[in-house]
């Protein structure tokens, strides 16, 4: 009797076994980017911990900290005035060693078309607050995928969305990943950007105001205190099974906070 082959993506075998630590672009240092920071953080020390490299993470954001950041993301009142990306790197950096770099300019072209400097890494994660940014993000990664280097070589995108109480987190390839023959699985060498597959999803989805909230009373107005958190934690579990198992079944999942379900979402 035939049965059908469970569909999986095998992880590239670089990030299983490489030669330097994972270059990381995490783009985003707000709500839910301040939480992935700490989340990768752990994921560094663990990996480390079982005799990988670890991770590199540089961390984009050109955004300072204002009152309304308190409480619902990761920041502090004496830090206020400061660059988000410089207080959390800094942090981090002191907390576990680390050498991670912090970019205070958005991950953008520049008005000349060219890409930011130091726009290649192996993974980059995206936690922004608006679709237009999501689809510059998809052009570079497009655009830096054909500049052939042997470090830094873009592999992987997660990009991580929220609303009020709602949110997703999806995984896709930068282009295709070599497969192992596999007589028990069904293999899957892509995954589709975030922005060809949900497009007209994630526009739906963008809030009407995006206007900057002024308190951490009117910013709950806009977001739920454990959204962000919530996925987070879902999210950087799917990139830590990269690692662990060096396979997955789910690219990411959709998230619903209010009524607690989850949904995911298979490669195939």
């Not at 783009?27 to 752990?42: D, R, Y």
């Amino acid at each position: 009797m035939n049965t059908e082959k469970t569909a999986v993506h095998f992880t590239d075998k670089y990030l299983i076994s490489p030669t330097n630590p994972i270059s990381v672009n995490l783009i985003g240092a707000g709500g839910t980017g301040s939480k992935v920071l700490t989340a990768l953080m752990e994921i560094n020390e663990s990996l480390i911990a079982l005799g990988h490299a670890g991770l590199q993470v540089r961390l984009w954001d050109d955004d300072v900290i204002t009152n309304a950041n308190l409480g619902r993301q990761r920041f502090f009142e004496c830090e206020t005035g400061l660059y988000k990306s410089v207080a959390l790197i800094n942090r981090i950096n002191r907390c576990i060693g680390s050498n991670w770099k912090a970019e205070t300019v958005k991950f953008e072209k520049d008005k000349f078309g060219r890409l930011p400097e130091n726009a290649r890494a192996t993974v980059t994660i995206t936690c922004v607050d608006n679709v237009q940014a999501r689809f510059g993000v998809a052009e570079i990664l497009n655009e830096a995928s054909y500049r052939r280097h042997y470090q830094d070589e873009p592999k992987y995108w997660l990009d991580f969305g929220n609303s009020q109480d709602t949110g997703q987190v999806l995984l896709s390839t930068i282009g295709e990943i070599k497969q192992p023959n596999s007589e028990k699985y069904q293999t899957v060498a892509s995954l589709p950007f975030v922005t060809d597959e949900y497009g007209e999803l994630l526009k739906q989805s963008e809030q009407a105001d995006n206007t900057p909230s002024c308190s951490l009373a009117e910013a709950l107005e806009h977001q739920d205190l454990f959204i962000n958190s919530s996925l987070t934690q879902m999210g950087c579990s799917l990139l830590w099974n990269l690692f662990r198992r060096g396979m997955t079944e789910y690219k990411g999942f959709f998230h619903n906070l209010k009524d607690f379900r989850t949904h995911p979402i298979k490669v195939a």
